[in-house]
């Protein structure tokens, strides 16, 4: 692979999988969370990947962090082959590359002042800057519009609120000045009102410091409104991967097709018409379909084909990929 | 005659701190086959209410009052015995956020669906268990599922049992509190479709409970917003998705990020008050960016056809 400066990220058909079951005499099976992933992200770019529980998106992102070791393939970080560092190699990683949990009330250390949340990264880094830890913490702390940092600095994160707590984790996570954010689902905890601001903040700390994002949601539309592209997982595989624009417009895989069947949008008519829904649930990841994952819930699957033969990943608009032999 | 209807129902918490003014005057109409969707932030009564409806109420109530008619019956001059046998299951049932981890996990569902059966109506075991056959295929699950475990299923069946349970006393009412939120978006869509049949079919009212505008708009009717525990504005949900009055209405509704169209979502600064110290008359008031000298006095929510506790109504409204 060519190094490109502008590439921060490059996934080559990573594998993640676990065993499970194993007992003496007898080979443990394994759980394929995810299975053949490859796709680049470019500096200071959002990708969000989507897709419903047990997809694999959160394994993926961790195996990105490298906080997981991936089972095949490669992780490739600015040029450098991270797959199988060990701990003692990662150090650097550790600053470059950050993440934004789920859950905001468990994620913080609450015998902790935010003070302390946010001087541990930089101590642990033996970080200091020329005006001191200090003033690196209060920095953050107005990246994050927690304003006066004075007044927010001592408190104690159960005096805060949901969205006040995720910013928090926002600043935790730009204060090491990274490359790369793994958000894995920083909003769906929060109440609708409060999930923009924190998205707004998220982006404009992306545009102030140049960070790419990897965005882990199970919903479209805040995809859509986050992120520059989208890649859509099944059952461990990236199903469709798009520019945001061309993906909402014209989802070209049937299973991207079925989820924005069942995502409403507020409109008086719905409770009118039923939504479309495709019926059954995602498979067994440890003895996945064969053939194309989704074959057994696709309105359109081809017997002889879909259930044989796997399906890569093709070009079939600027920059516009499905895995599908059906898409054109 | 509505079916069910609520009239300046209160629930306060005793705390520490003093009372948590949780719901606030709060009152609506839910007729037959019709759908009442409350929406809010959490913390804003919208649960608390459903609380308040079915009796459920924690050990620190501070204050309970109103009127709650149940097909002409004000139920709130129950006894808690009457209450229990004649509203509970059989007059309103509920489906709380989160009950499939409910279920009981060394029993078979069988006997889960039909216990209401045998214990209100005492009826036999075996007329039960038919019933309960009945029930789970109603809600698209095999007869076979009565033998099933909990931990057999995934979560969209066991969020379809639940809704079976609440369903099988036939209750004129049943409350949803988020009932599709732990759910997957295929799923909860599939559950919905579920609830939009048995709605025509069985001529249930719900009272859907949710913090998502876009999904009560799947099932809802009637609209009821929720601010600080206080109704702000109820309406058809034509009246507010097309036409909201109340500017926490219309914040609300650019907050959703749209997944077809091109508005951008815009955030609502500032948080929700304290319950337990809410500020003087309109409790929107701090975060409201039309606020005027007025809005310090409580505002009225009828203003001509229109219910909006606003008092920009007075002078006929505001730009939206």
Known sequence: MMPDSNVVLQLDNVQTWFPVGAKVFRQPDMVKAVNGVTLNVARGETLAIVGESGCGKTTLGRTILRLLEPTGGRVIYDGRDITHLTEDHLEWLRRKAQMIPQDPYSSLNPAFPIYRVLEEPLVIHNVSGDGGRSELVYKALEDVKLIPPEQFAPKYPHMLSGGQRQRVAVARAVILNPELIVADEPVSMLDASVRISILNLMKEVQAKYNIAFIY?????????????????????????????DSLIREPLHPYTKALMEA???????????????????????????????????????????CDVEVPELRELRPLHFAACHLAD | ?????????????????????????????????????????????????????????????????????????????????????????????????????????????????????????EIEKEEALDRAREALKSVGLPEYTVKRYPHELSGGMKQRVVIAMALIMRPKIVILDEPTSALDVMTQANIINLLKK?????????????????????????????????LVEIGTAEEIYSDPKHPYTQLLLKSVPLLRGTRTPESIPGTPPDLINPPEGCRFRPRCPFAFEKCTQEPPIKWGDRLAACWLLEKGGMAA
């Open chain 1, 216 to 244: 882990i949601t199970h919903d479209l539309a805040t995809a859509k409104y986050f992120s520059d592209r989208i890649a859509i997982m099944y059952a461990g595989r990236v199903a469709e991967i798009a520019p945001v």
């Open chain 2, 198 to 230: 048995l709605k025509q079919e069985e001529r249930v009212g719900y009272l859907f409970i949710t913090h998502d505008l876009a999904l009560a708009s799947e099932l809802a009717d009637q609209i009821g917003i929720m601010y600080a525990g206080k």
């Open chain 1, 263 to 305: 995502l409403p949008d507020p409109d008086p008519n719905n409770r009118f018409r039923d939504r479309l829904a495709i019926p059954g649930e995602p498979p067994s990841l440890v003895r996945p379909p064969p053939g194309c994952t989704f074959h057994p819930r696709c309105p359109i699957a081809k017997a002889g084909w």
């Open chain 2, 1 to 121: 005659m509505a079916l069910l209807e609520v009239k300046n129902l209160h629930l306060y918490y005793r705390t520490s701190r003093g009372p948590v003014r949780a719901v606030e005057d709060v009152s609506w109409q839910i007729g037959e086959g019709e759908t009442l969707a409350l929406v809010g932030e959490s913390g804003c009564g919208k649960t608390s209410t459903a609380s308040a409806v079915t009796r459920v109420l924690p050990r620190n109530v501070h204050r309970y009052d109103g009127e709650v008619w149940l097909d002409g019956t004000n139920v709130m001059a129950y006894d808690e015995e009457e209450f229990r046998k004649e509203v509970r299951w059989k007059g309103i049932s509920m489906v709380f956020q989160g009950a499939m981890n409910s279920l009981n996990p060394v029993m078979k569902i069988g006997y889960q669906v039909y216990e209401p059966l045998t214990t209100h109506l």
